[in-house]
């Protein structure tokens, strides 16, 4: 498998909450969320949760091939929530948290799993490509959205945030990656014959208003320009998008994957 990955923090000077990273066999995108100021909540930070995750659940796809995608999610989400557990208080709503997309091979079989706003794309040799999604919290923030925009920067717009994140890990709300290694169960998974595939893209949500934001590019579209132009370019363009709007920057990050079949791989190219 060959990945090309572009990353891009939202501003200058400020950390990137986004992680990805592959493995001969797999690759992985973390969506990393969380509130300024928490600090007192958790003295890591959600860089920091991101990066933890994303490194420890990589470091499962490539031991444990055997376990369920979201089995390895569960046990990488104990992992990171062991590491910090006793440093600051990891079941706060405002406590780091993250969305995750996983892509894996697997005897001729491609694997997803998503969990949160981030978005997986297949490209499929026949047909439209297949966008794995997870809807929930995207309906859910709909609700929250006017008040949030109307409220920036302010006291009220923290309790906005914090009330949207009661919502979290439970019935009826929606689901990532934080304390509760039970919130893997939730994901969306499915599989494919490596065949029908020609490639794949794993996106944050920052990189995926190329689409659903800004709408200037349908996904076939922008797996032709990933084809072509490579994942760099795809956040180059939300990032004039963002400055024509004035609209608050996001953390993008694409990983796009080619050669699921293992033909032409270099040592490299993962």
Same mark, same amino acid.
């Given at each position: 498998?060959?990945?090309?990955?572009?990353?891009?923090?939202?501003?200058?000077?400020?950390?990137?909450?986004?992680?990805?990273?592959?493995?001969?066999?797999?690759?992985?995108?973390?969506?990393?969320?969380?509130?300024?100021?928490?600090?007192?909540?958790?003295?890591?930070?959600?860089a920091w949760y991101a990066g933890c995750l994303g490194g420890s659940l990589l470091?499962?796809?490539?031991?444990?091939?055997?376990?369920?995608?979201?089995?390895l999610l569960a046990e990488a989400i104990e992992q990171v929530t062991d590491h910090?557990?006793?440093?600051?208080?990891?079941?706060?709503?405002?406590?780091?948290?993250?969305?995750?997309?996983?892509?894996?091979?697997?005897?001729?079989?491609?694997?997803?799993?998503?969990?949160?706003?981030?978005?997986?794309?297949?490209?499929?040799?026949?047909?439209?490509?297949?966008?794995?999604?997870?809807?929930?919290?995207?309906?859910?923030?709909?609700?929250?959205?006017?008040?949030?925009?109307?409220?920036?920067?302010?006291?009220?717009?923290?309790?906005?945030?914090?009330?949207?994140?009661?919502?979290?890990?439970?019935?009826?709300?929606?689901?990532?990656?934080?304390?509760?290694?039970?919130?893997?169960?939730?994901?969306?998974?499915?599989?494919?014959?490596?065949?029908?595939?020609?490639? +794949?893209? !794993?996106? %944050?949500? =920052?990189?995926?208003? $190329?689409?659903? /934001?800004? #709408?200037?590019?349908?996904?076939?579209?922008? @797996? +032709?320009? !990933?084809? %072509?132009? =490579?994942?760099?370019? $795809?956040?180059? /363009?939300? #990032?004039?998008?963002?400055?024509?709007?004035? @609209? +608050?920057?996001?953390?993008?990050?694409?990983?796009?994957?080619?050669?699921?079949?293992?033909?032409?791989?270099?040592?490299?190219?993962?």
């Amino acid at each position: 498998m060959r990945v090309t990955m572009a990353s891009g923090a939202a501003r200058d000077g400020r950390a990137n909450e986004d992680f990805t990273g592959a493995v001969p066999t797999a690759a992985v995108l973390i969506d990393g969320a969380g509130i300024p100021g928490s600090e007192s909540i958790c003295r890591h930070g959600v860089a920091w949760y991101a990066g933890c995750l994303g490194g420890s659940l990589l470091g499962l796809l490539s031991l444990k091939r055997d376990r369920s995608l979201a089995a390895l999610l569960a046990e990488a989400i104990e992992q990171v929530t062991d590491h910090h557990r006793d440093s600051c208080d990891v079941t706060d709503p405002i406590s780091p948290s993250a969305a995750v997309a996983v892509l894996r091979l697997s005897g001729g079989i491609v694997e997803h799993l998503v969990l949160g706003d981030a978005l997986l794309v297949l490209d499929r040799a026949q047909g439209e490509p297949l966008v794995v999604s997870d809807p929930r919290e995207v309906i859910i923030s709909q609700e929250f959205e006017p008040a949030l925009e109307a409220a920036a920067d302010s006291n009220e717009y923290q309790r906005l945030v914090r009330d949207l994140r009661a919502h979290r890990n439970r019935p009826g709300g929606f689901w990532v990656a934080k304390d509760d290694p039970r919130a893997a169960d939730e994901a969306i998974t499915g599989s494919c014959p490596t065949a029908e595939l020609t490639g +794949a893209a !794993l996106l %944050s949500n =920052g990189a995926g208003r $190329i689409v659903d /934001r800004f #709408r200037l590019a349908d996904w076939p579209e922008v @797996l +032709a320009l !990933l084809e %072509s132009c =490579g994942p760099a370019d $795809i956040i180059r /363009r939300v #990032r004039q998008q963002e400055a024509r709007h004035s @609209l +608050a920057a996001d953390d993008a990050t694409i990983a796009y994957c080619t050669e699921l079949g293992g033909s032409g791989r270099r040592p490299e190219d993962t």
